[in-house]
């Protein structure tokens, strides 16, 4: 599958905050978006599965404009897992999951066996299982990334949308969820767009790069070329030194002070 978005405008009111992004990501693959605080990323992902209208442009599923599906179909592609989850209702973490199923469920129509297989499952890969009946809020804030990620994944979506999913975990589950995302993309064949602030993370579990500085894209690619020392510069304006690190075959930045 194919996600292909060209010439996409968006803007808040009259403010223009998307302008002219063009790029294409398929299954099989982890696409990261990377780029500064208020570079138009978390619009970007929210564009993509209509949340918000663009004012211009096209965002095609293997050829088809999705612009014009109804919400309840594009739902059923779209798995999300939203920036800063805040989960303050007593839901219990089975409860939460199982919400997942709702955009193939019809009206009226409650869960079935096949349902609860699919949410177990989503359990399973996201190493929860053993929270089953815990309510949401008394979890760690690691526990309820991986509640929200299994929900995404109960809704067995084509394509997984992910705001910053890394950014409130302990290295271990940093990797976890980059290890997570991988399989995923390589196993169940999605595709994967994730929204990362942490450039390592990006360059080594990321097979294409999107950076993006004030709204348009400032460089594509494979994560090497587009995470050079110079578009760090750039873009962060943070001196960075890049070197490939023999221990885990990739590239590594070293930042190392902001630009004078
Ligand atoms: P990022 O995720 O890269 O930090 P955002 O997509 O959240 O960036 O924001 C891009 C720009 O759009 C920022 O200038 C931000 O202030 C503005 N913006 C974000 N959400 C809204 C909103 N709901 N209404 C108006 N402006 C917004
Ligand atoms: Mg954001």
Not at 28 to 46: A, Q, R, W, Y
Not at 201 to 230: H, I, Q, W
Request: hydrophobic share 40%; glycine share 6%; with cysteine.
């Amino acid at each position: 599958m194919e996600l292909q978005v060209s010439s996409l405008d968006f803007g808040y009111f009259t403010k223009n905050v998307l302008k002219n992004i063009s790029f294409t990501a398929r299954s099989g693959e982890v696409f990261g978006i990377v780029g500064p605080n208020g570079s138009g990323k978390t619009t970007l992902l929210k564009c993509l599965r209509m949340a918000l209208v663009p004012k211009r442009g096209k965002i095609k599923l293997d050829g088809e404009d999705i612009t014009k599906w109804d919400r309840t179909e594009i739902a059923k592609y779209f798995g999300v897992v939203p920036q800063n989850t805040n989960i303050s209702f007593p839901f219990t973490v089975l409860e939460i999951v199982m919400m997942g199923r709702i955009p193939h469920l019809g009206r009226m129509q409650s869960e079935g066996k096949e349902d609860i297989e699919i949410v177990k499952r989503a359990m399973k890969l996201t190493a929860i299982s053993d929270l089953y009946y815990r309510y949401a809020s008394n979890l760690s804030g690691g526990e309820v990334q991986r509640v929200i990620i299994a929900r995404a994944l109960a809704q067995q979506p084509k394509i997984l949308l992910l705001d910053e999913p890394t950014s409130n975990l302990d290295i271990n589950h940093q990797f976890e969820t980059m290890k997570l995302i991988r399989y995923l993309a390589k196993k169940e064949n999605m595709i994967v767009v994730i929204i990362s602030h942490d450039l390592n993370l990006s360059m080594r579990y990321c097979d294409n790069l999107l950076l993006l500085d004030g709204g348009k894209v400032f460089s594509a690619g494979r994560p090497e070329d587009v995470l050079t020392s110079e578009n760090i510069r750039k873009v962060y304006g943070v001196e960075a030194r890049i070197d490939y690190n023999t221990a885990i075959k990739s590239n590594q930045i070293t930042l190392i002070d902001v630009v004078e």
